[in-house]
């Protein structure tokens, strides 16, 4: 495998919009050769300011996101050497102290809202994905997935989704759709996972590997 280049899936997309869902629908495609890394780990870590202004920081701004340290380490992948990615606590907004070690592997699928906004991030992908959303159905799964799985207060959710994620989404999440290669719909899986495994430089790579699509 090691003279396979590695090949790069930025997948973007408003918040809840269904990046993470594609984004393990290919791994399990492309199995054992792909990778995940969220860009959600690479937020800065807020361990330096208080809970009160953590609270109210905007994390849907695109200076949250230390993507030069993103960008360093898919470079170092792609020179295939090991790197140890951030792992951030949402409970706490800071970075947890262990790290996570990933591997090279031939494909590397990097999902996270500000994806396609970075120019050295896009320079160094192969494909490019936005998937879409209605708004309505982004809201509701963001309220089920932040009360549920992120421990947080309804009144939190709801005041960082009108004061942030909202016009964050319009003012930059959603332009940067005209940097993808592929548009999806979120909400129609199977029909979107058949357009990008159609995708011509992937179906290259999935031939040079002798993965099986079922």
């Known amino acids: 495998m090691d003279d396979i280049s590695t090949y790069i899936i930025l997948i973007s997309g408003g918040s809840a919009s269904g990046k ?36 109210q920081y905007n994390f849907d701004h695109p200076q949250s996101i230390d993507y030069k340290l993103l960008v360093k380490h898919l470079s170092q992948l792609k020179r295939k050497q090991c790197v140890h990615i951030p ?5 706490t907004h800071t ?13 590397l699928i990097v999902e996270g809202l500000h994806t396609l906004l970075y120019p050295s991030l896009r320079n160094i992908a192969d494909l490019k994905i936005f998937i ?3 708004s309505d159905l982004r809201f509701i799964r963001r309220l089920d997935r932040d009360l ?3 421990k947080r207060k309804l009144k939190q959710v709801i005041f960082q989704y009108i004061h942030t994620v909202r ?3 319009i003012k930059y999440i959603q332009p940067s759709s005209r940097f993808a290669d592929l548009i999806v719909l979120g909400n129609e899986l199977n029909t ?21 699509i079922p």
């Open 20 to 55: 993470t869902t594609i984004a393990n629908r290919l791994k399990e495609v492309f199995f054992p050769f792909a990778v995940i890394i969220s860009s959600d780990n690479y937020y800065k870590d807020l361990s330096h300011i208080s809970m009160k202004q953590r609270e």
């Open 87 to 91: 792992q951030y606590n949402f409970a």
């Open 95 to 107: 970075r947890k102290k262990k790290t996570l070690l990933i591997q090279p592997h031939p494909i």
């Open 132 to 134: 879409e959303l209605d």
């Open 148 to 150: 549920t799985e992120r």
């Open 167 to 169: 016009p964050m989404h």
């Open 192 to 212: 979107s996972l058949k357009k990008i495994l159609c995708y011509p430089s992937l179906k290259k790579i999935i031939k040079d590997l002798h993965i099986n």
